[in-house]
């Protein structure tokens, strides 16, 4: 099975840069997603690495190294409205996304 | 405008009882996916449907049942036999069991208590 590793809670100052970090082990690897949820709502999707490197999407970036088993998701320019739960989710296989436990980001001014 | 809906927002139940979710996507996807969440915990898998009138066991899927009879519908049957069902349910749909750069798209929940 997969199992993915990440934080449960990551502080920031609003304007800094804030980096979650996700290891993760299994067997077939595709790729790894990144999801935000705020509380109470439902998960959105923001990004998708399936090959080593970053990929950049605005104020987000996510980064992989099939290599090291390892991902990160890097916010800047934090915002009040960034504070929310992140998750990394992985895909292999023949079966749908297996998700971490969150990383609940909580941003201070 | 395309999207999932998932009803009711909150459901309660009584011991013994068994209940439905409802999941209805017009976004032409053809995988949906069932997950419960936790109190601070991650998504966990319950069921899953990659076409219709298929669908296959998750990691937590005792206690729960699913129907695929139309590609935009998948409703949950939350079971007597679930022991503990009150959570956060979530209802997904991706073009296919993959996501990918297209991601799983989410509804907006439903929250079960057992009274």
């Known amino acids: 099975g997969q199992s993915l590793e990440q934080p449960s809670e990551v502080t920031a100052v609003e304007g800094a840069i804030v980096q979650i970090n996700c290891t993760y082990q299994?067997?077939?690897?595709?790729?790894l997603s990144w999801y935000q949820q705020h509380d109470g709502g439902a998960p959105t999707f923001l990004s998708y690495n399936a090959l080593d490197g970053l990929e950049e999407t605005g104020r987000f970036s996510s980064f992989l190294s099939r290599s090291d088993s390892y991902g990160y998701l890097l916010l800047q320019e934090l915002q009040m409205k960034d504070s929310a739960s992140y998750f990394c989710?992985?895909?292999?296989?023949?079966?749908?996304?297996?998700f971490g436990k969150g990383t609940r980001l909580s941003v201070i001014a | 405008d395309g999207g999932i809906t998932q009803s009711p927002k909150y459901l309660f139940r009584k011991e013994g009882q068994n209940v439905t979710l409802s999941c209805e996507q017009n976004?032409?996807?053809?995988?949906m996916y069932w997950y419960r969440q936790d109190p601070g915990q991650g998504l966990r898998l319950i069921y899953y449907s990659q076409i219709v009138n298929d669908f296959q066991k998750g990691d937590i899927a005792e206690g729960y049942s699913v129907s695929r009879e139309k590609k935009e519908s998948f409703p949950l049957t939350v079971t007597s036999a679930q022991k503990n069902p009150t959570a956060f349910y979530l209802c997904?749909?991706?073009?296919?069991?993959?996501?990918?750069?297209?991601?799983?798209?989410f509804g907006s929940g439903t929250r079960l208590t057992v009274v």
């Open positions: 997904a749909s991706s073009f296919s069991h993959l996501g990918g750069n297209y991601g799983y798209t």
């Open positions: 989710a992985g895909l292999s296989g023949n079966t749908p996304l297996v």
């Open positions: 976004l032409n996807h053809d995988a």
């Open positions: 299994t067997s077939g690897f595709y790729g």
